[in-house]
Each structure stands twice: as structure tokens, then as C-alpha cells.
DNA sequence: TTGACATATTCCTATATAGGAATGTATTGT
DNA sequence: ACAATACATTCCTATATAGGAATATGTCAA
């Protein structure tokens, strides 16, 4: 009767922008929990449990390294989300011609898209302090 | 200090299973809203609320059509998400080839991925009901 | 063993749902 | 005007965070 947990899947775990933050900081090369705090800075309580999050849901890995534990982006987990994404591209396509032809006056004002358009936010993803 | 909005981006919008089955379903066509109640089996004011959502976030648009209204998908909007899981298409590339040289046997068993891997749920993404 | 270093976990709290039930609102046909 | 149709909104509740603070756990060096 909730949110489904962050847990559930891929798709809630990085509905968090600190956690893609994370992932993108960890797809090049592993990396000690240390650098992510202060590379994205971040409180380290913070980043061990976006971690844990991550590594539930199987889009990171760890081993261990000393008193350090490096964990790595497994991009594998994060192709369902493009697959998932993907089937929406000839749309987009389609709707950009769609948008083109009209920029190029074709009559009809477009009286579509109803009540309260609301588009909210920009492209602002990613990243994030704290 | 709780979790961010389903209506902050995209990106927590698509997180509920439901909101990207009515995508899908609404990809294709503009659709009334008793359509979608009909053909995924949900509720119409749950229907009705996660529509609102996905209107908010810009990732559908709607008109009136007499006493029905219709929505569609509006593709463009789901772009970010699969720009944002691009960047690692590269990455699964070359993991994929670590693990198949692997496969063929290249001695060192994998110390990799730490304490408890715990890769939960599968690909059971989309759809749903209720 | 002890202390320092690196992470992880626990506790507490404000917040945002998602579902169910009930009700409100807009629009059309008669 | 009125009933019916099609949606939207409100109310209520159990649940799952995410952040901050404090503390616990694990590992290495001397």
C-alpha cells in the first residue's frame, strides 16, 4: 500500500540521483568507498547505504581490498532499463517529424495536449550533492 | 528526507510498474482512459492518479474528446532515461567478453563480487496488474 | 593487544506514496 | 433539467524511505 522498495528492481533503484551518481562514478574502474565520498561528497553513512541499495538490486559488485571494500558498476543489471527504453525510440522519431512538420506551418493550431500540460523539470538527472 | 517525489523526473516516474504498462500501452495510440482500465485490469481512480503522474513529468499528454479523455504517451520525455542507461552500453560490452573469457577457462575463480551478492529479482519488468 | 582507519549498521523522524472506498465534476443525450 | 457516462479528487492508512547522528564491526600496523 506503499512505494515499492528501492530494492524491487533496477528501475527504483535508480529513480535516486545519488545512486546514478554513484554508478556512473563506478563504471570506469572499481573503487574504494572512500573516493565516492569524496569524489561526489557525499556523507559516508550516506554512500554505504546507497551501496547496499545497489548491490540488493545486483547494479554493483564488491570485494574486498584490506580494511577497503572496492565496489564496480555491473552495467549488465542496467540493460533491462535500456531494452525497457528503447521500445519508445520510433515513437520519439515519429513525434519529432510530427513536431518539424508543424514548425513548418501545416494549418491547425494544435489544440492538444489538455488541462494542465505541467511539464515540471528539465533535464537535471544525474548528480546532485549530498 | 524521505523519498524524492514520484512526480520529481522521469526517472521516479517510471519507477511504478504500472505507470510503464499504461506507456506502453498508450505508445502506440491515443487511448481513452476506460480503454486502459479495460485492457490492464486496474482500478480507475488508480488509473486516474497514476495518469496524473505521468502528465506531470510531461511523459503523457491528454485532450478532451466529449466526455472522455484521451491520453497518449509522449515518447520525447522517456528520451533522458535512455540517453542516462547509454552511457553504459559500452561497459556491458566489455564485461560480457570478461565473462565469456571466463567461460573458456582462464584459470582464477572469481574472488570477485564480496559478501552477499543477493541479486534479487529477475527481469520482471512492465506490466503487473492491479 | 591496542589504536587508527575504513565501512557498515542502527535509531529516529519527516515525508511521500499507492490502494481502497467514497464522492465530486464535467459532458452528453433526451 | 435530469439521469447516465466518464473521469478526477479526496480521505484514510500502512509502508518505505533518506538524512543526520551515533555507534558497531572488521582489518591492518606497531
Redesign the pocket.
Known amino acids: 500500500?506503499?512505494?515499492?522498495?528501492?530494492?524491487s528492481d533496477a528501475f527504483n533503484a535508480v529513480?535516486?540521483p545519488?545512486r546514478r551518481a554513484i554508478l556512473n562514478y563506478l563504471a570506469m574502474q572499481e573503487r574504494?568507498?572512500?573516493e565516492i565520498?569524496d569524489s561526489l561528497g557525499l556523507?559516508?553513512?550516506?554512500?554505504?547505504?546507497?551501496?547496499?541499495?545497489l548491490l540488493e538490486v545486483g547494479l554493483v559488485s564488491?570485494r574486498?581490498d584490506?580494511?577497503?571494500?572496492l565496489y564496480r558498476t555491473n552495467a549488465e543489471a542496467i540493460r533491462p532499463l535500456h531494452e525497457w527504453t528503447e521500445t519508445f525510440e520510433r515513437f520519439w522519431r515519429h513525434q519529432l517529424s510530427r513536431v518539424k512538420e508543424r514548425a513548418e506551418g501545416k494549418s491547425n493550431p494544435p489544440k492538444d495536449s489538455g488541462p494542465n500540460f505541467i511539464p515540471r523539470r528539465k533535464n537535471d538527472f544525474d548528480s546532485n550533492k549530498?
Open positions: 500500500m506503499a512505494r515499492a522498495a528501492t530494492t529513480a535516486e545519488r574504494p568507498v572512500g565520498v556523507e559516508q553513512p550516506s554512500v554505504s547505504k546507497h551501496l547496499r541499495v564488491v574486498r584490506g580494511r577497503r571494500m549530498n
